[in-house]
DNA sequence: AAGTTCCA
DNA sequence: CATG
């Protein structure tokens, strides 16, 4: 509707910034379908809180799935071929993340999108993703996809400075952000995540985040 | 600073 | 107590 995204997105697809879209309710048909797979990926592979390179600790809860995780310990950040939990490689990324990632950089105009990391974040109450960048990906030519599930949170979108101010968008159940080319490494960041219900998944929030992090990237 | 704490 |  014309009102800004006080309670819906209502299928709005919103511009951020040059290459840089909001696809409102963009996931919500599968997002159960989703949610569905998320527990089958945890179950090989569980939420853990990471640890930064200074000690401290991450209140969202992560894992992975695909060819590629993202992991966070006092040695800094990269990616990774395999669980460090486990040893083994990180669950394989379902058919149906890779369309959907590929389908929503379509419609933001990045056609040929084929991640091969997955990022899926947790979000319980109190829990906060401070404003940061992007940037541990071999090449920065592909967008990035980052879809929202369950309680709605508040987005963090700043610039390409880190002293740039930013503004502040609501990131309901089944809508998808995409950023790339110009907008590719924005800061950005989710608000400490507020009490809520939401009938599908509780008090919590999921983020699934689409990366291109390796060198190949071939349809 | 992909962190926490403090303070206006 | 919420916000910056």
Wanted: aromatic content about 8%; some cysteine.
């Amino acid at each position: 509707m014309m009102l800004p995204d006080l309670f819906a997105t209502d299928r709005e697809k919103i511009a951020l910034d040059p290459g840089a879209w909001l696809l409102g309710d963009f996931a919500l048909d599968e997002a159960s379908a989703l949610l569905a797979e998320i527990a089958r990926i945890a179950a090989q592979a569980p939420f853990r809180h990471l640890e930064t390179r200074t000690g401290g600790t991450m209140s969202v809860a992560m894992t992975n799935c695909g060819d590629a995780g993202w992991v966070s310990d006092r040695r800094g950040y990269r990616y990774t071929d395999d669980d460090p939990l486990s040893g083994q490689a990180w669950p394989a990324m379902p058919s149906q993340f890779r369309d959907l990632a590929r389908r929503a950089a379509e419609t933001a105009g990045f056609p040929g999108f084929a991640p091969d990391a997955c990022l899926i974040n947790r979000y319980a109450p109190g829990t906060r993703l401070s404003l940061h960048q992007d940037r541990d990906e071999a090449r920065h030519d592909a967008p990035i996809v980052s879809v929202s599930l369950g309680v709605p949170a508040r987005f963090i979108w700043g610039g390409q400075q880190r002293s740039d101010r930013p503004r502040r968008h609501n990131l309901f159940h089944g809508d998808i952000v995409v950023w790339g080319g110009p907008a590719r490494l924005t800061f950005h960041g989710i608000d400490m995540l507020r009490k809520a219900h939401h009938p599908e998944t509780g008090d919590l929030r999921f983020n699934l985040t689409f990366r291109r992090a390796r060198l190949p990237n071939l349809a």
